[in-house]
């Protein structure tokens, strides 16, 4: 072991994760001990919501070698999901639409990048003496990582104030993949990029869930609301959800570094037919069965039908009022839940409050004409 040049491997592994279709693989130290007070803060402050396993596992976010122990290193890989024919404004614009977060829209990524980042840990133990103890455990998404701050210590970018991970070639569409390692490899130095005077996804944000600059308020964010959430949605925030019934990635459009941003070369992430602008209408009408055919192999599935129907039920409501679609969400009641009918009754008195406001206008418009056309002496 200690005849191996370090170095010389960690080049070597970056070589083969690209090779393996990662846009870039760096490596980071494992002490995120100054990370604790900003997370500590951020569930005192409940903002992780429902997502008990995050206060959990709190303290242990910050020593990946309680995860896995002997852990000396984390390779921290990103790989690219932009999808070609992204249509944001077109999907987001369009209200009969429904908008799904572009990370979603083809294959789930966890699988693909688990299976990548087990070939690159199988490399390096093939490329190492036998007799020497090297293990590796990869991880995407599924464990409890502080996978941002780790892949900023390994260089692949900063975390920009929307808390996510983003660098001036890539922007921000891509995907963080983790392998602890037991190796003495060097670490690479931290992105000291930052967001500068910026703060455009601060305005941007629907539900103004970034409450300070790199603090999301998970309860507000419509990702959190859309995919995490069991729950009920806030009333307040139904509206502002507008047509995304799945995610969200306005603080990402909106972001000056992914002007150029890369497309993906993984087929997988290319968006599947049944999301192609998809009508909100169709959506809506497949029942379970349909849901789970047309979902198969996409993160969506994990939602299950009555999260699906409960953020379509609030899409429809922001949508346009017409008889079909209070007719068919009509006809959804009783479908699911109480807490799915709930959100179809407010549905349509969103609906129905729209129409009797186009009806008043129609209306004053109709008097309007008729007084202009009257004789004066009428
Ligand atoms: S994903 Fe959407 S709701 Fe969440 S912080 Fe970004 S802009 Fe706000
Ligand atoms: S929009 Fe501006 S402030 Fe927000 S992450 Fe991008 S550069 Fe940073």
Not at 206 to 230: F, N, Q
């Amino acid at each position: 072991m200690n005849s191996t040049d370090w170095a010389a491997f960690a080049a070597r592994i970056k070589q083969q994760g690209q090779q393996l279709g990662f846009r870039a693989v760096g490596i980071a130290d494992i002490d995120l001990s100054q990370e604790w007070p900003r997370l500590q803060q951020w569930l005192e402050n409940h903002y992780h919501g429902d997502m008990d396993y995050m206060a959990r596992h709190g303290d242990m976010r910050c020593h990946p070698e309680q995860l896995h122990p002997g852990t000396l290193k984390v390779i921290c890989v990103a790989l690219d999901y932009l999808p070609p024919e992204a249509g944001f404004a077109a999907n987001l614009k369009q209200s009969d639409s429904a908008y799904v977060s572009r990370y979603a829209g083809g294959r789930d990524y966890h699988k693909l990048m688990r299976n990548r980042l087990k070939k690159l840990g199988d490399w390096i133990k093939a490329e190492l003496p036998e007799s020497d103890d090297h293990n590796f455990r990869p991880f995407v998404d599924s464990a409890p990582l502080l996978e941002r701050p780790l892949a900023r210590n390994a260089g692949l970018g900063w975390v920009g104030k929307h808390s996510l991970l983003l660098n001036e070639q890539a922007g921000s569409w891509f995907f963080l993949g983790e392998l602890l390692v037991n190796l003495p490899l060097p670490n690479d130095e931290a992105n000291q990029q930052d967001c500068g005077s910026c703060s455009a996804c601060l305005t941007i944000c629907p539900t103004k869930a970034i409450v300070e600059p790199y603090v999301v308020d998970g309860r507000r964010c419509i990702s959190y609301l859309t995919i995490e959430s069991d729950h009920a949605i806030p009333e307040p925030l139904r509206a502002a959800i507008g047509n995304r019934i799945y995610g969200c990635d306005d603080c990402q459009l909106v972001c000056p570094w992914n002007r150029a941003a890369p497309l993906t070369s993984e087929s997988d992430f290319h968006i599947r037919d049944a999301l192609q602008q998809p009508k909100l209408l169709t959506l809506w009408q497949w029942d379970e069965a349909a849901f789970l055919k047309q979902m198969e192999g996409s993160p969506i599935r994990r939602i299950g039908f009555r999260r699906w129907q409960r953020n379509l039920a609030v899409a429809l409501g922001n949508g346009p009022a017409s008889a079909e679609v209070i007719s068919a969400l009509t006809q959804g009641l009783g479908r699911v839940d109480e807490m799915v009918d709930e959100h179809i009754h407010w549905a349509l008195n969103q609906l129905q409050q729209r129409q009797g406001e186009y009806r008043n206008r129609q209306q004053q418009r109709l008097i309007r004409v008729v007084e202009k056309g009257l004789p004066r002496d009428a």
